[in-house]
T-cell receptor, first 115, second 112 residues
Framework: GAVVSQHPSRVICKSGTSVKIECRSLDFQATTMFWYRQFPKQSLMLMATSNEGSKATYEQGVEKDKFLINHASLTLSTLTVTSAHPEDSSFYICSAFPGQGYEQYFGPGTRLTVT | EDQVTQSPEALRLQEGESSSLNCSYT??????LFWYRQDPGKGPEFLFT???AGEEKEKERLKATLTKKESFLHITAPKPEDSATYLCAVPPIEEYGNKLVFGAGTILRVKS
């Protein structure tokens, strides 16, 4: 149980283009989903919290117009990196919260490379 | 002020050499402490949740314990497949809701 998928697992895009990453909870409904960014050999940095049907809450310093988050259903959240630049290259990980306790269940991550 | 501090940053063990990882926290009114395992290039895998001092949980060669100030992840007779980064996390002090604040992690390498 508590399986979260992400798609794609890897993506390479050109500078200036946009990339969409999907996060799905496969066997439970997620009232809240989280998006993290992780740099090499560093811990997880929370970017934003998204609740189904409402606007995402972004952490300080995260550009909401650059990282668009949509949480259209209880099993799907998307992160769109708009007008990507090489400095956006990173490992993006989503997690889903099933609504009880505090445990979050993580997706496998998406490696974004912007050339 | 860091809310979660993990030590050591890295740990190298021989197969079968037991040891412990530490996670200290500064939040009061702890609403849970979480341990995750992360393999390179993958998302974190949930291991344990601890809610109150004195609580212990076990899974295979891992045992997590909790005091009022810190948590330990004990690894008994580790195997090479236990090599990973171990992360601990707590809900933040100043906010309610279900966010988590992660420590920097301990990179564990077990050599055969």
């Amino acid at each position: 149980g508590a399986v979260v998928s992400q798609h794609p697992s890897r993506v390479i895009c050109k500078s200036g283009t946009s990339v969409k990453i999907e996060c799905r909870s496969l066997d439970f409904q997620a009232t809240t989903m989280f998006w993290y960014r992780q740099f090499p050999k560093q811990s997880l940095m929370l970017m934003a919290t998204s609740n189904e049907g409402s606007k995402a809450t972004y952490e300080q310093g995260v550009e909401k117009d650059k990282f668009l988050i949509n949480h259209a259903s209880l099993t799907l959240s998307t992160l769109t990196v708009t007008s990507a630049h090489p400095e956006d290259s990173s490992f993006y990980i989503c997690s889903a919260f099933p609504g009880q306790g505090y445990e979050q269940y993580f997706g496998p991550g998406t490696r974004l490379t912007v050339t | 002020e860091d809310q979660v501090t993990q030590s050591p940053e890295a740990l190298r063990l021989q197969e079968g050499e037991s040891s412990s990882l530490n996670c200290s926290y500064t939040v009061s009114g702890l609403r849970g402490l979480f341990w995750y395992r992360q393999d390179p290039g993958k998302g974190p895998e949930f291991l344990f949740t601890l809610y109150s001092a004195g609580e212990e949980k076990e899974k295979e060669r891992l045992k997590a314990t909790l005091t009022k100030k810190e948590s330990f992840l004990h690894i008994t007779a580790p195997k090479p497949e236990d090599s990973a980064t171990y992360l601990c996390a707590v809900p933040p002090i100043e906010e309610y809701g279900n966010k988590l604040v992660f420590g920097a992690g301990t990179i564990l390498r077990v050599k055969s």
